[in-house]
């Protein structure tokens, strides 16, 4: 499932796939986790990027809205998210994907001593 982030074509950030799966080998029959991709599109840097998911109970009750960060995305970049989920959950739904590109450097010159 591709979903361009706030459906504006320059949005940078495209959410390539993903889902909502249990985690093997674990006793807890609650534990599930998010897993996913995200890429970034722009041609520069992006110093921090979110996304967040809205999880909600087999009768469609709002359980918690869970997120993750990630640092330092390069250009064409793709991060693997893993979100884990410990409540019983019957779905969930894509909150947001945010970014903050890096900021422009300016060079420092240091003097030697």
Known sequence: ?????????????????????????????????????????SKGNLSEVRIEFTVYDEKEAQIAIISQNTYDLKPGGIWNFALLVTHDVGKARL?????????ELKGLEVMEE
């Open 1 to 41: 499932m591709e979903l361009q982030g706030h459906m504006d074509p320059n949005f940078p950030l495209t959410l390539v796939d993903w889902e909502l799966t249990s985690i093997q080998g674990t006793e807890d029959k609650y534990d599930k986790k998010l897993i996913g991709k995200v890429k970034n599109n």
């Open 95 to 103: 909150k947001g994907l945010y970014c903050v590109p890096a900021k």
